[in-house]
């Protein structure tokens, strides 16, 4: 069973740096595709960057592609998500997911079904 704690949110202004990390307290996660994920208020869940169990492939949607970086250390059941020169349309709630392979680093940005997500961390960009 994967759970997953997100972490790292926060308020900051147009143009700062955050970065998002997720533990996997049930310690499967470098079998695991894993993701990141965000929904602005009034709007759908939108996968917004991917990795793949090894962690050497990386897939990021078209609004964060050179901003954020996804990024994994399965010896500490780590997932980070570095994001910078963020923009007030980068507001939302972010979440941590895993998907069973079989899967790719694209599984996030093609709607593939996730496995587990976690509760979430939210960042206000102002």
């Known amino acids: 069973h994967v759970q997953l704690v997100e972490s790292g949110g926060g308020s900051v202004q147009v143009g700062a740096s955050l970065r998002l990390s997720c533990v996997d307290s049930g310690h499967v996660y470098s079998t695991y595709c894993m993701g990141w994920f965000r929904q602005a208020p009034g709007k759908e869940l939108e996968g917004v960057a991917g990795?793949?169990?090894?962690?050497?492939?990386?897939a990021y949607a078209r609004p964060v592609k050179g901003r954020f970086t996804i990024s994994r250390d399965n010896a500490k059941n780590t997932l980070s998500l570095q994001m910078s020169s963020l923009k007030s349309e980068d507001t939302g709630r972010y979440y941590c997911?895993?998907?069973?392979?079989?899967?790719?680093?694209?599984?996030?940005?093609?709607?593939?079904?996730?496995?587990?997500r976690g509760q979430g961390t939210q960042v206000t960009v102002s």
């Open positions: 997911a895993a998907r069973k392979p079989p899967c790719n680093s694209q599984w996030a940005l093609e709607s593939e079904a996730l496995t587990a």
């Open positions: 990795i793949s169990p090894d962690g050497l492939y990386t």
